[in-house]
């Protein structure tokens, strides 16, 4: 044992002399170091981040640091597995309890989920330093006044005509239906972009989201778009601010529906602060970047109000900024953590499985047991592609091949000698234990989708498919469950009674 490691305490020292005299096979996994240096680095991790320049504005370059930290990662489990190679309680015939197959694994899992947690510590802090930096409300409020201040100040050169457009109540059709002809009506002529037939669950929803509208009679409705005016936006903001930002339709009414008098001076100096906030390419008193980036557009009348303005004031560049931010303060969201927590559960499943099922097999029916799983996976996606097959394929296929590792584990009991086969088979099983949940529960829903989506009783049964989420989460704690309590029972029997046997 070496007592001079690089950077370890005295005190770690003393645990790791203690558990190689008391308790070995806890030892042998290297929990105490692996604790020591992982969570080492993680703190230090955390902390580089928080201090290395990087303002929530700029472009995010996460990927580089994500890309190096996972090689880290990788080294950093070899590394450990060096250490492993070391010493081994269950392949020596040491003392080894009912459940310390399950406390191996348990700290194999730990130590990886450790390890692969390193290249999600700089996104984590970047968006903590985001939301530190900017509110939503401020955002929100900020995005607000550059486009009111903008609409002020830019009045006169703004075309403010709204795009009208007839919509003509019909029992005759479901949905929408354009008419070629417009509309004569009995007092007026309709001059109009577009003449349409609707339904009334049509009317009822452009009712409710139109910015204006004209009533002609019981069935003919005028409905008036705005001109965009929305010349800054961000639309990660929507939902997750308490101010709201104005619609276009909100900044045509506090700004533009009566002339306002404005002092153009001072308008233009607090629309330059608002720009220097958010884009270091506004100086302070300017409301152009340090360089002319669009010669010849700023005079473009012909263009949207939107597209002109934001080429008047180089407007991409706040937006960028604001987007950037958004991009850093939102980037956790329901979706993104599910996806994530999912990578990290599934290699350090796979990694952790593949470190226990190393540690309790020969070499060569380990290293046979992975040229077995790629050589099914290949012949089976070859299958399944000439085949034809539908998802539900796959599942069958995986059932299958679980009864079989199953079998050929069972043959185990009464063995007399070390035979390579059920010794893959084992190895198979227990990689592919903590899946089965998950699978039965895809194949059951897969078979149930195949009977009623596609069909005329749809609408009766999606009750069916409501719970479809909760119950794949179920499985997949519930296929953890299911490996850490056979590990503890027939695998590790199963492992004892086929590493104990003589060899062929």
């Known amino acids: 044992m070496d007592n001079k490691r690089l950077l370890t305490p005295g005190f770690i020292n003393g645990i790791d002399r203690q558990l190689l005299k008391n308790n070995p096979v806890t030892w042998s996994t290297r929990i105490h170091l692996a604790l020591y240096y992982g969570l080492g680095l993680f703190i230090l991790l955390a902390i580089l981040s928080f201090i290395v320049p990087d303002d929530p504005k700029n472009y995010s370059r996460i990927e580089n640091w994500i890309i190096l930290l996972s090689v880290i990662s990788l080294l950093a489990f070899v590394f450990w597995m060096v250490y492993l190679l070391r010493f081994n309680v269950f392949k020596r015939f040491g003392k080894w309890g009912s459940l310390d197959s399950v406390k191996t694994y348990s700290f194999y899992f730990f130590i990886t989920l450790l390890i692969v947690s390193w290249p999600f510590v700089p996104p984590i802090v970047q968006s903590i330093r985001a939301n530190a930096a900017y509110t939503s409300n401020e955002l929100a409020d900020d995005i607000n006044k550059m486009n009111l201040k903008l609409c002020q100040l830019e009045r006169d050169s703004l075309d403010l005509k709204f795009q009208r457009d007839t919509f003509q109540v019909s029992n005759r059709i479901m949905g929408t239906e354009k008419k070629e002809i417009p509309y004569d009506g009995k007092d007026e002529v309709i001059n109009l972009y577009g003449y349409y037939y609707i339904d009334t669950a049509v009317l009822r929803n452009k009712l409710n989201s139109t910015d204006s509208v004209r009533k002609i009679s019981d069935s003919v409705y005028i409905f008036y778009e705005c001109p965009e005016l929305q010349f800054i936006y961000s639309y990660s903001l929507d939902d997750r601010n308490e101010v709201g930002i104005l619609s276009s339709m909100d900044l045509y009414r506090q700004t533009l529906q009566t002339r306002q008098i404005i002092d153009k001076q001072k308008l233009e100096k607090e629309i330059s602060q608002l720009f220097s906030k958010y884009s270091y390419r506004h100086g302070k008193g300017s409301l152009q970047i340090n360089y002319d980036s669009y010669p010849d557009n700023t005079q473009n009348w012909e263009k949207l ?57 020969t070499r060569r029916t380990f290293f046979l047991s992975l040229l077995s799983s790629v050589v099914l996976s290949i012949l089976t996606g070859l299958f399944l592609a000439i085949s034809s097959s539908n998802e539900g394929a796959f599942f069958t296929w995986a059932i299958f091949y679980f009864i079989i590792f199953s079998v050929l584990s069972a043959t185990i009991i009464n063995a007399r000698r070390r035979s390579l086969i059920p010794g893959i088979g084992l190895n198979l099983l227990v990689f592919i234990t903590p899946f089965m949940p998950l699978i039965i529960t895809a194949s059951y829903y897969s078979a149930l989708r195949k009977k009623y989506e596609y069909g005329f009783e749809w609408e009766k049964h999606k009750h069916l498919f409501i719970n479809e989420k909760l119950h794949y989460l179920i499985a997949e704690i519930g296929g953890f469950i299911l490996l850490l309590v056979l590990l503890a029972t027939l695998y590790q029997m199963a492992y004892k009674k086929w590493y104990s046997l003589p060899e062929q």
Do not use: Q
């Open 305 to 361: 109000n939107a597209e002109r303005i934001k080429d008047k004031y180089d407007l991409y560049y706040v937006s960028n900024s604001i987007d950037n931010i958004t991009g850093k303060k939102f980037r956790w969201d329901e979706g993104t953590i599910a996806v994530c927590w999912r990578v990290a559960y599934y290699i350090t499943l796979a990694l952790s499985l593949l470190v226990l099922i190393y540690r309790h097999t």
